[in-house]
């Protein structure tokens, strides 16, 4: 069966360090790649999506990146990360082409920049 | 679409009674939906979905119901527990694309 991993699943950085956060997915191959931010009690955005290796898609301009440096592997990043940057990171993955079916969330990342 | 920036609508219910939480969505390209439940501090966990080419499907305690014409959905939830506490999004698709658009969520409180 698949499954989706993120780590770490809390994590506290000043103000202007950087950030990395990473996200694999076991038991598939070539799957669609995708980092989430969820504020305190808000919903979902969509921060980059990826379809494979080296692709990535950007939907919100902002002091972030993605990268995707192997099949099933998707990183987030930043090189200096500002308080705005603070909130609920969330990896997902689906089967590769256009089925959703099978989309499916990772636990999270609780991210806090002071 | 997405309305990350608005806070969250809340339904509270009393442990037994049944839920009801609605989402409209817009497209009406839209033909696969489903419904999330997050629990705090958690990632949104599959609850279930449904195809346009119906109207109803059960799970276990939990009903979708799609009703095409007005373009709503609703998660029903039977005998409603504590253990149901969490926010819950619905999400839609249209065939081809594979990023599936969020509902804003509902936050569900349940009361002993």
């Known amino acids: 069966s698949q499954t989706i991993h993120q780590w770490p699943a809390t994590l506290v950085q000043p103000v202007g360090s950087p950030l990395s956060l990473e996200c694999t997915v076991e038991g598939t191959s070539n799957p669609n790649l995708y980092w989430y931010r969820q504020a305190a009690g808000r919903g979902l955005q969509l921060l980059f999506y990826?379809?494979?290796?080296?692709?990535i898609s950007s939907e919100v301009p902002q002091n972030l990146s993605a990268s995707r440096p192997q099949d099933r592997q998707f990183i987030l990043s930043s090189k200096k990360l500002l308080l705005s940057d603070s909130g609920f990171y969330l990896c997902a993955w689906s089967v590769a082409g256009g089925d959703v079916s099978g989309y499916t969330f990772g636990s999270g990342t609780r991210l806090t920049v002071v | 679409g997405e309305s990350v920036g608005l806070h969250l609508p809340t339904l509270s219910v009393q442990e037994g009674d049944n839920s009801i939480i609605n989402c409209a969505y817009s497209n009406s390209a839209s033909d696969y939906f489903i419904w999330y439940k997050q629990e705090s501090g958690k990632g949104p966990q599959f609850i279930i979905d449904i195809r346009s080419n119906m109207d109803k499907r059960q799970g276990q305690r939990v009903t979708v119901l799609l009703n095409k014409t007005v373009k709503h959905l609703s998660l029903q939830i039977a005998a409603t527990q504590p253990g149901d506490s969490a926010v819950y999004f619905c999400?839609?698709?249209?065939?081809?694309?594979?990023?599936?658009?969020f509902g804003r969520g509902t936050s569900l409180i349940v009361h002993p």
């Open positions: 990826s379809v494979g290796i080296g692709q």
């Open positions: 999400a839609e698709n249209s065939g081809g694309s594979y990023i599936p658009t």
